[in-house]
């Protein structure tokens, strides 16, 4: 959300004020600017859903931008683009810095330890204007760590978008000056003005964006919410809005309508839309349409109009808080959430919140932005705005890097200790299971939870495993005359992590493998409770088996759920692996590994090692007798493990074993877990397969 505060000139209406203002300061904008950063916090709060606010915010800064370089061109002033820039990030970045380090107190304060690594990443981003894109990357990656929780930052997102825009926007402003004066040397162009060159650019950004936003949110919507390419066109249609709002002169009656139109499709907007879910398509022309219909609306000097409402003295003063209260909303909710347990607040508790986040942005507003907004020592040198900038970003990048490093440094001593400190899956041996285990640093350290993913142990060769290009296989290849045997490892997530114990194996023994692997898509044949893409890498998986042969196939035969019923059958497993059996291929087929409700090393961190909140009883976790019992028999070749005696023992599930994370988040085993499983894994594999 910008601060930015030029418009076109309006009288004021009773209730509001314009004293101290510039001739050109429109009020009823400066409403809806803060109407909307209501809507975004009683969202947020309330509902748990996302209200269109945003976006309305990314139409009244490209409006106001536009508005201030049109004004400045038409005038014959000079663009000074250096200037503006260091003029903008010095009243942008204070406030955002003084918000990122009060995050990060926070965070230090509430959050648990694996936490930091992802805050103080995001700290980087938000700084930079990078967070849509860190976020983007994030939202579609399978493997990016699941905190079960919103990050205090990542509302940093539309900020970073709205960062980049108003890097963009001038050099398109004086890149069509520019042009402009190139053209008006072709007879033929002589008449063309700069709004009309303006709104031709602007008009094919607004195109192509929105065909882009719309073809990226049908495709891949977790990654186009982010993606500045699909925000373009609500950048493009505020500026298109302020060319063009000279032409536009509905009367009053009309005027009076459309504004109240606006308001009410942009209340309703986050009530009746899925916006988190549908956005940034054409859906989002809902919200902007109304922003810009109040806009035009404009002053109509009718006791009806809804300016009247949006230039009243209250609006217009949270209007000028509002870029510190769009900041601290979010943190202090999620926060707050974190610091009571609190899943959803109720209205004294969002009360509570929302009274927190608006004293927090008075007083950033007042100390912070306005005093370094005023200074006038900055205004004298270009060198000298930009010295206020670099003070800035130093102030969060000292303590960043500092706590940074030291994270490295304990995460480097915590995976030096001694091995028979942390024994992990050893601890549960019978001969060792009366002993206790010596103390020590839980490994891997809370920095390294979010990369401690099991995989093959050689360099992926031959990725492209299979013609076919729905199939991403990887291969761990050994020495060409010593494959002793080869596998292939199917399934899902559940399946990759047994490979931080298969793949060492087959190292030593001379295995090949082959990991065909789909996020969320538990290997079997064909079932409607599989989304059509699962089904579809299913059957091609099979098909890839029944062509190359190998000697076996490597698959999770059990399905863990977080609520009763917590262990079944996978469906369509039998008739899945049936075909294999019948070529000859032998099929392993280990049991699931519990599934929580809650991440788990962040419960151990909260509370202990040894707290019950963090240990869930077995039968809590998988079902007696297991879902393998009932494959038994039934299919030639289908050998059955269940490691679950590693994992779960004396009658609960804990969340550290041998001082060993057993979890990495509520459902991913730690490739450190596994890894201590090894020559368990081993022995059941061989015990249960008959192989030397």
Request: charged fraction near 15%.
């Amino acid at each position: 959300m910008s601060v930015a505060r030029t418009g076109a000139a309006a009288k004021p209406l009773p209730g509001g004020s314009t004293r101290g203002r510039k001739p050109t300061f429109r009020p009823e904008v400066q409403g809806l600017r803060a109407l909307a950063v209501l809507m975004v916090v009683a969202y947020h709060v309330w509902l748990g859903r996302v209200s269109g606010g945003v976006d309305i915010f990314l139409l009244i800064s490209a409006f106001l931008l536009t508005l201030s370089f049109v004004r400045k061109t038409e005038a014959g002033r000079p663009f000074g683009l250096l200037a503006h820039w260091l003029h903008l990030f010095k009243r942008l970045l204070p406030a955002a810095v003084v918000v990122i380090l009060g995050v990060l107190a926070g965070t230090w304060l509430i959050l648990p330890q694996s936490r930091w690594p992802q805050v103080l990443d995001q700290a980087w981003a938000s700084l930079l204007y990078r967070q849509n894109w860190l976020l983007a990357d994030t939202a579609v990656d399978y493997y990016a760590q699941d905190h079960a929780g919103a990050s205090p930052l990542q509302h940093f997102w539309s900020l970073s978008i709205q960062g980049q825009v108003f890097i963009l926007w001038p050099l398109i402003f004086a890149g069509a000056a520019g042009l402009l004066a190139l053209l008006r040397r072709v007879p033929a162009c002589a008449g063309l003005t700069y709004r009309g060159l303006l709104a031709v650019v602007f008009g094919a950004v607004f195109a192509f964006s929105l065909a882009y936003s719309v073809e990226q949110t049908a495709t891949n919507q977790a990654y186009a919410y982010f993606d500045t390419r699909a925000r373009l066109w609500e950048f493009a249609l505020g500026s298109l809005l302020a060319l063009a709002l000279p032409y536009l002169k509905p009367a009053r009656a009309l005027r009076v309508v459309l504004g109240w139109a606006g308001l009410a499709a942009m209340i309703s907007c986050g009530l009746l839309l899925t916006v988190d879910r549908s956005f940034p398509g054409y859906v989002a022309l809902w919200p902007t349409f109304a922003g810009a219909a109040i806009i035009i609306a404009g002053q109509t000097g009718s006791r009806c109009g809804v300016d009247r409402i949006l230039s009243s003295r209250p609006l217009v003063a949270l209007g000028d808080n509002s870029y510190a209260l769009y900041l601290w909303h979010w943190p202090v909710l999620v926060l707050a959430l974190a610091a009571t347990g609190v899943e959803a607040p109720n209205l004294v508790q969002g009360l509570a919140i929302v009274g927190a986040s608006v004293v927090l942005a008075v007083l950033t507003t007042r100390f912070v932005e306005k005093p370094l907004r005023d200074w006038h020592w900055p205004k004298l040198r270009a060198r000298r705005t930009a010295v206020v900038i670099v003070a800035c970003g130093a102030l969060l990048a000292g303590p960043v890097a500092i706590w940074q490093t030291t994270l490295t440094a304990e995460e480097s001593a915590t995976a030096a200790q001694p091995r028979e400190l942390t024994p992990g899956a050893a601890a549960l041996s019978p001969e060792n299971a009366a002993v206790p285990a010596a103390g020590a640093r839980i490994i891997p350290g809370p920095a390294a939870l979010d990369n401690d993913w099991a995989g093959i142990q050689a360099p992926c060769v031959d990725a492209n495993a299979t013609s076919n290009p729905i199939l991403e296989g990887c291969r761990q290849a050994v020495p060409e005359g010593e494959v002793t045997k080869r596998i292939v490892v199917l399934g899902d997530s559940h399946s990759q992590q047994y490979l931080g114990a298969l793949a060492p194996i087959a190292a030593a023994r001379g295995w090949e493998l082959v990991t065909l692997l789909m996020p969320a898509c538990r290997f079997g044949a064909e079932s409607e409770t599989r989304n059509a893409e699962c089904n579809a890498y299913n059957h091609a998986s099979a098909a890839y088996v029944l062509e190359h042969r190998p000697d076996a196939v490597f698959t999770v035969a059990s399905l863990t759920h977080e609520e009763a019923p917590f262990e079944t059958e996978v469906p369509g497993y039998l008739d899945g692996v049936r075909p294999f059996a019948d070529a000859g291929i032998e099929i392993v087929g280990i049991r699931d590994n519990p599934r929580f409700t809650f991440n788990m090393p962040e419960c151990v961190q909260r509370n202990g090692a040894e707290a019950h909140e963090c240990s869930v009883p077995v039968e809590e976790s998988l079902a007696d007798p297991s879902p393998l019992e009932g494959y038994r028999g039934k299919v030639n070749g289908l050998h059955l493990m269940d490691l679950s005696d590693f994992i779960c023992a004396r009658g609960i599930c804990p969340g550290v074993v041998g001082n060993v994370y057993v979890y990495k988040d509520d459902n991913h085993l730690t490739r450190t877990y596994v890894e201590t499983m090894i020559p368990m894994f081993e022995q059941r594999l061989l015990t249960a397969t008959g192989w030397n």
